[in-house]
């Protein structure tokens, strides 16, 4: 039981550093014409052996929500003719409360795998 545990901590501890990550490039890239902000999809895998159940990212991928069109900021990869671009679609405030989101869903699973790491270790004293 111990193990699933182990795996189910783990894949969440996995899957929330890939949603930091992506928020943080999100963020990084909110001024940046052209850009589209990216999202990670999930999905959770139970697994009925002995590997327990998991969350996976599964993709990561831009959503069709084109940003706003404003005036070009200069240099040669001008979107339109007319000297406009379109800006980046990235919300900041969603961006950081996706980043607050992932941090404290990254340590729950951390949580859990300390604790079943100490249930494994008082497992085998008892059994020593």
Known sequence: ??????????????????????????????????????????????????IGQATQATATYAPPRPGAVAPAQGGDDVSFSSGYAETS????????????????????NAAAVRTADQMNGTLIDLQG
Do not use: C, H, K, W
């Open 89 to 108: 679609n990235t919300d900041p405030a969603n961006e950081r409360i996706n980043q607050m989101s992932a941090s404290a869903a990254y340590s729950l």
């Open 1 to 50: 039981m111990s193990v699933n545990a182990l795996n189910s901590g783990y894949s969440g501890m996995r899957v929330n550093q890939l949603r930091t990550d992506v928020a943080a490039n999100n963020l990084a890239n909110a001024n940046t014409e052209n850009f589209r902000s990216s999202q990670v999809a999930t999905a959770d895998s139970a697994y009925i052996n002995e």
